[in-house]
């Protein structure tokens, strides 16, 4: 009966870390009694007393209406939303729900930066990534850093599907998205916390989602003669001794994703049916949070990400563009410092952070790929002579001839050395291109009579 006392005295702290040393000191001054007593059942000591525990917990849930941070069943924590604590970065988020508080840093990248990935049956690529981590220092604790476990792994997909329905397309948004949602301290439902971060991220790094996403966790606590509660925005204690941790994450309108995990045979269909009502009144909630921080993504991308530029070539122009071992592709990445992706369908994507290198690069491409018109009026620099005339570069690769009967402004020219040199620049016009695509150039740059 003592002890019954002091473990509702102990769960009757209403800040988490206070309840834990209050249950600590409990094990450590119950359980030495009954070792003395049953030295060899010491496990069996310890699971009494976590079941007494336990056993409290779901009590207070399904006889008082309370729980042990004092809320009644249908009240979230307090809720704050922040965004651009990291000016330097494409996009931030911070995202606080109770003790539970995720930091979700967005940075946008190129084609370059796809996960490519190979299986089996075929080569894939993926544009958006969500990576979650779970520190130690989270939950208190001091462990080694090592490789993401189950539990990363499980927590970053379910959130980047909970997210991806919202991603604007390719076409309209060419970047490769990656967001890193680290949790800074854990007291339940980390993984829809990780949601909301990432929407305000996203938003803040100016990704054009169709609609802000956020997310909840719903618990149960059950009872053999058929009665029920339903947790609104469970804690770490009522995940652990509850029956049902059911996360669910969407939009306004609608949901993008759910992972139920339960503890009891099985769920009816108004137990459901309770919950999804419920989480849908709390995640509306949840969104006026989110959009007190930001309404709608922003404008414009951070002055640190990259300009992505697309345009279209003719696909029988990409080795032109690219040029033999990669010699052009090379040459322009090296003047402007930008990064050029070329898909197999003639799309050019040009990134840079600086907007003008950008812009530049775009130019040398299509001074590469643009072909000479009939009558057009180029100004054309000398590269060869020769006894029947002197070779133009009219376009970047391109040359034209212009015949020595065109040199000599309708005098006879008998030596093209006389009337132009190498490095000579001459206004002339397109006259004819053969079958063959070869260029004959004019200096008459109206047509004759």
């Keep these: 009966a003592q002890a019954q006392s002091m473990i509702r005295e102990a769960l009757g702290q ?29 496990k069996e000591i310890a699971d009494v007393i976590q079941g007494a525990i336990k056993d409290e917990v779901r009590r207070r849930v399904l006889e008082d209406g309370r729980r042990v941070d004092g ?5 979230i924590r307090p809720l704050r939303a922040t965004v651009g604590l990291l000016p330097r970065t494409h996009g931030s988020g911070l995202f606080q729900r109770g003790q ?10 190129t084609g370059e930066d796809e996960q490519i990935i190979d299986d089996l049956s075929r080569r894939t690529r993926k544009r958006f990534l969500h990576h979650y981590s779970f520190p130690p220092f989270s939950v208190g604790e001091v462990r080694p850093l090592r490789s993401p476990g189950r539990r990363e792994i499980g927590h970053g997909l379910l959130a980047e599907r909970a997210l991806e ?6 076409d309209v948004f060419p970047y490769t998205i990656r967001l890193v949602s680290e949790v800074l301290e854990s007291n339940g439902s980390t993984s829809m916390a990780s949601v909301c971060g990432s929407t305000l991220a996203l938003m803040d790094a100016g990704v054009p989602i169709k609609a802000p996403v956020a997310g909840i966790s719903m618990g149960l606590v059950t009872r053999d003669d058929g009665r029920y509660a339903l947790l609104t925005d469970i804690q770490g204690l009522e995940d652990a001794m509850g029956d049902m941790d059911f996360k669910v994450a969407g939009t306004r309108v609608g949901i993008t994703a759910l992972q139920l995990d339960i503890k009891t045979k099985g769920l009816t269909r108004e ?3 309770r919950a999804l009502a419920e989480a849908r ?5 949840i969104l006026d949070v989110l959009a007190q921080a930001i309404a709608e993504p922003r404008a414009a991308l951070s002055p640190y990400a990259p300009r992505i530029i697309t345009i279209e070539i003719n696909p029988d122009k990409i080795r032109e563009v690219i040029g033999p071992g990669g010699k052009v592709i090379n040459k322009i990445t090296a003047e402007t410092g930008v990064k050029i992706d070329i ?13 003008e290198a950008a812009k530049r690069a775009i130019q040398m491409i299509e001074g590469i790929v643009r072909e000479a018109k009939v009558g057009e009026i180029y100004t054309g620099r000398v590269t060869r002579l020769m006894n029947f005339g002197a ?16 040199l000599g402004d309708g005098e006879r020219v008998a030596r093209v050395e006389d009337a132009v040199k190498v490095g000579d620049e001459i206004q002339v016009r397109v006259k004819e291109i053969d079958n063959l695509g070869r260029i004959n150039l004019t200096k008459r740059l109206t047509p004759g009579p």
């Excluded at 809320?71 to 009240?75: A, C």
């Excluded at 009144?281 to 909630?285: A, F, G, T």
């Excluded at 570069?393 to 391109?398: C, D, R, S």
Aim: hydrophobic residues 40%; aromatic residues 4%; without cysteine.
């Design 165 to 170: 329905p919202m991603l604007p397309g390719e």
């Design 100 to 109: 539970t508080q995720v930091l979700t840093i967005a940075t946008l990248g």
């Design 343 to 355: 898909e197999q369908d003639g799309k050019v994507h040009v990134a840079s952070a600086d907007e």
């Design 281 to 285: 009144e709390v995640r509306l909630k």
């Design 391 to 406: 070779f133009l570069e009219v376009l970047p690769g391109k040359e034209g001839l212009l015949h020595i009967s065109e």
């Design 71 to 75: 809320r009644g069943l249908r009240d």
């Design 14 to 42: 209403p800040e988490k870390l206070m309840r834990e040393d209050a249950l600590r000191q409990i094990v450590a001054r119950v359980a030495p009694a009954f070792a003395e007593r049953y030295p060899e059942r010491t």
């Design 271 to 273: 137990i459901l049916e």
